[in-house]
């Protein structure tokens, strides 16, 4: 679905990404972990067109987008949820998700997914008429997924969703994340803690100073010493 081709990216002279190659399959949910300042936001940033790649090629559904506005990547499918969840925070929950739906035009399509949204996030029927800025940290990543999935994307790119949360809000929002790959849309996430994102992903990319430094699938990834000692803490 997703193929990036030796993509660099700079900030100024500082190089955030140096010759990632990647692949994402249809219907997977792959992983990229790593540390803080990695690269891994800048990765997903690249991909939606929030910013241009230096150099390289990237090819979504067979059609080069590297070189395409946001809007357009996002008019083609692709729904990026950002770090720190990014909400209209004096619309309600509703307007929100509804915010995410802007471009859909099939108003079945749009009552399944509103529905489906609910069933995975029921805080969210239930404080639908309230203002998201007055939600707590765990109801706002909720509703930032929900607003992504309003797009009914081909690929949903995931930033940090547990970023700041407690570890019982973590696990309900990673279930949602599971449920999301079970429903079949493709998702890349990016997630600081290795342990979660290797629960629920098929293949993990580890990004280490803006390079792919490993890959596999977490069976795989399991017997690193590395990967053990530094992201699993065993």
């Known amino acids: 679905m997703l193929e990036m081709k030796k993509i660099y990216h700079y900030y100024g002279s500082a190089r955030a990404l140096e010759e990632i190659n990647l692949k994402i399959e249809e219907g997977a949910?792959?992983?990229?972990?790593?540390?803080?300042?990695?690269?891994?936001?800048?990765l997903l940033r690249v991909i939606s067109g929030l910013e241009e790649p230096d150099r390289g090629k990237i090819e979504f559904l067979g059609e080069r987008i590297d070189d395409m506005k946001a809007h357009k990547?996002?008019?083609?499918?692709?729904?990026?949820?950002?770090?720190?969840?990014?909400?209209?925070?004096?619309?309600?929950v509703l307007e929100?998700?509804?915010m995410g739906a802007y471009g859909l035009k099939d108003k079945k399509k749009y009552d399944e997914l509103l529905e489906f949204v609910f069933e995975l996030f029921p805080r969210l029927r239930e404080r639908r008429k309230q203002r998201a800025g007055t939600l707590s940290g765990?109801?706002?990543?909720?509703?930032?997924i929900a607003r992504a999935i309003m797009a009914n994307p081909k690929?949903?790119?995931?930033?940090?969703?547990?970023?700041?949360?407690?570890?019982?809000?973590?696990?309900k929002?990673?279930?949602?994340?599971?449920?999301?790959?079970?429903?079949?849309?493709t998702t890349l996430l990016v997630e600081q803690d290795a342990v979660l994102a290797m629960e629920v992903s098929e293949n993990i990319h580890l990004l280490e100073e803006g390079k792919i430094e490993m890959r596999g699938t977490r069976e795989e990834l399991e017997k690193e010493p590395r990967i053990k000692t530094v992201y699993l803490g065993i």
């Open 73 to 92: 990547i996002a008019k083609r499918g692709i729904a990026h949820c950002p770090e720190r969840r990014r909400l209209f925070y004096d619309m309600t």
């Open 155 to 171: 690929l949903l790119l995931l930033d940090e969703p547990s970023l700041g949360l407690a570890p019982k809000i973590k696990d």
């Open 173 to 185: 929002i990673f279930v949602a994340v599971n449920q999301i790959k079970k429903e079949g849309t």
């Open 29 to 42: 949910l792959d992983a990229v972990i790593g540390p803080n300042g990695a690269g891994k936001s800048t």
């Open 138 to 144: 765990g109801e706002q990543q909720m509703l930032a």
């Open 96 to 98: 929100n998700i509804e």
